[in-house]
């Protein structure tokens, strides 16, 4: 985040870039919830693990919240509340109290990104420990009920289909922004560009001549309808000798070239 503040990167492209960031976070570790292991008596090895247990929502939760602390200290809170709510909210459904029709009523309202087929899996595959109570399979059906009446429903008027896993691609087009460049609050000669040229220089690559009396603009040229009269007056049209203006406009000269029709195509031509 440093190097693109210092590089002046454009802050709605940077937003759209940590978007699909938190995007495949969001994707990734949500997916590798609800599908490892397909059932909760499924053997267990070291790439075989089930993640739907309240210690890994204790993990997941606490580890969300560091980049969650992050994102707003660089300003994208926004874009993290959007784009990670669903693995937020499967890691609260996880280590949150779950033990009666109270508890999973709550998790209904606060878990409202997750459809019916995601809440289903979580709960259908959590594995309880030894001091927690297990919840019946009625309870889970209520649960159940509820999300297709609620966020099954709202999913489907935002034209989204209703599965178990995250998509891999973010459905939000990629777009540039029209402002907002460095290159439209940038005045004069950037600091660091004279050192960064140097080394061309000395090649002879290249060659910097600064223009003291400019006005520094660095878009002056980049549109069609630019305004000259903020560009100061060069040191070569404050001259006091006398000599005209020339016009703002090159005259047009039609020139016509008068060739011999005979010979090889190599004869000189006259210009008039």
């Not at 960064?196 to 980049?222: D, V």
């Not at 000599?243 to 060739?259: D, F």
């Amino acid at each position: 985040m440093a190097l693109l503040r210092r590089c002046r990167v454009n802050a709605a492209l940077t937003i759209q870039l940590f978007s699909q960031l938190f995007h495949f976070v969001n994707m990734w570790a949500f997916n590798k919830v609800v599908t490892f292991p397909t059932s909760p008596h499924a053997q267990q090895g070291p790439h075989n693990i089930c993640y739907c247990t309240k210690a890994w929502g204790i993990r997941l939760k606490t580890r969300l919240a560091r980049l969650e602390a992050w994102a707003e200290r660089q300003g994208l809170e926004l874009a993290a509340d959007c784009h990670l709510a669903r693995i937020i909210q499967a890691a609260h459904l996880l280590q949150a109290p779950k033990y009666n029709a109270e508890d999973l009523s709550t998790l209904s309202s606060t878990c409202f990104k997750l459809n019916s087929l995601q809440l289903r899996a979580l709960l259908s595959m959590y594995q309880s420990t030894p001091e927690e109570p297990r919840f019946p399979q009625e309870l889970i059906e209520n649960v159940v009920r509820v999300a297709e009446n609620v966020a099954d429903e709202l999913a489907r008027s935002d034209g989204r289909e209703i599965r178990l896993e995250e998509d891999a691609e973010l459905q939000l087009p990629f777009l540039l922004p029209e402002d907002g460049y460095s290159c439209d609050v940038v005045r004069g000669v950037p600091q660091g560009l004279a050192e960064f040229l140097a080394p061309l220089q000395q090649a002879g690559l290249c060659r910097m001549t600064t223009q003291p009396t400019s006005s520094g603009l660095w878009t002056i040229y980049m549109t069609h309808d630019h305004n000259t009269s903020v560009r100061s007056p060069s040191s070569m049209s404050n001259r006091s000798d006398g000599a005209r203006c020339l016009p703002s406009h090159p005259e047009v000269h039609v020139i016509k070239l008068h060739k011999s029709a005979s010979g090889m195509g190599l004869s000189i031509v006259a210009a008039k």
